[in-house]
């Protein structure tokens, strides 16, 4: 029968679209036909309602790695006032290198198109400081614990933590030495550090986020605020592609979930600038990169 009824439906039917239809509207009906095609290819996922507000959630542990190399310059007065009256501003300049290792483990638990995200960070690291000209090196190691919250959606989404431990940081800073140059560090040290995220657009589409000391495996010591524009590309939740700048160069950071277990992230940082009393240009230089598990997956049909 199919045989026979296919193609008489076929030759029966290119015969009536010829007779009843008119030759510049045919394009349009040919179009018309698409959408029922269209309806019976959908499926309709029939949950109860008690599943349909049940939340998801899955946990996932993290693992990090991250270094790099900067240069900063620190300013002092070597004469005068301590206002800086009357004195000789002059400036030591300083490099910086560093690794950091980290991590992390939490919980996702999703509910419709909300996300809420806990969880903590550990991260170790050693930081060293080279006074450039000189054979003076200050090294240092770092270590802090970073208990954060998370809630997403698709249009927005904030994040709050704090960092505990020993860790540093560096700024230009003014010093007024009487008599000498300091030979010391500039850096700024720490044991209780808050750490923020703020995102507005869909991250599948559109958007940009500023992130305040919550960089894995540790933002410290460079890379402690950065603002970032970035897309998904239509892709799902957990990939997007995001260029940005942070307080020591453009970066350039990549998310990747080939599968619902596995999540890449990476990031790199560059900038070349001019140091005071420096003829040649200098160069900043980090990267970051990290694999995430995801397991436990709970909540579904």
């Not at 040290?189 to 958007?207: N, T």
Request: proline share 4%.
């Amino acid at each position: 029968m199919n045989l026979l009824l296919f193609p008489c439906i076929g030759v029966c039917g290119y015969y009536l679209f010829q007779k009843h239809t008119q030759a510049q509207m045919r394009w349009a009906l040919l179009c018309l036909t698409v959408i029922p095609v269209f309806l019976m290819s959908q499926t309709w996922k029939e949950v109860s309602a008690n599943d349909s507000i049940a939340p998801q959630s899955y946990d996932f542990v993290k693992i990090g790695y991250g270094g790099g190399n900067f240069y900063n310059y620190g300013k002092y007065l070597t004469s005068g006032s301590p206002d800086g009256c009357s004195s000789n501003l002059r400036y030591q300049n300083f490099e910086y290198s560093y690794w950091n290792t980290g991590l992390g483990v939490g919980r996702v638990k999703q509910k419709k198109d909300n996300w809420l995200t806990y969880g903590a960070n550990l991260g170790y690291g050693k930081f060293t400081e080279s006074m450039v000209d000189s054979t003076i090196v200050n090294s240092f190691q770092s270590f802090n614990v970073q208990p954060y919250v998370l809630w997403e959606s698709e249009w927005f989404a904030t994040g709050v933590g704090m960092h505990f431990g020993k860790f540093h940081w560096s700024d230009v800073s003014t010093k007024n030495e009487q008599t000498s140059p300091y030979f010391t560090s500039i850096t700024n040290k720490a044991g209780i550090y808050p750490s923020a995220y703020a995102r507005i657009g869909k991250e599948r589409i559109l958007f940009v986020d500023y992130q305040f000391s919550n960089v894995f495996p540790s933002p410290f010591p460079g890379l402690r605020s950065q603002f970032g524009i970035g897309s998904g590309f239509g892709l799902p939740r957990g990939n997007y592609l995001k260029f940005g700048v942070n307080n020591l160069g453009e970066f350039l950071e990549i998310k990747a979930s080939p599968n619902e277990k596995i999540q890449f992230n990476g990031m790199y940082s560059w900038r070349t600038n001019q140091l005071p009393g420096m003829m040649e240009q200098t160069k900043n230089s980090q990267f970051l990169l990290s694999i995430q598990y995801q397991f436990n997956h709970r909540g579904r049909d």
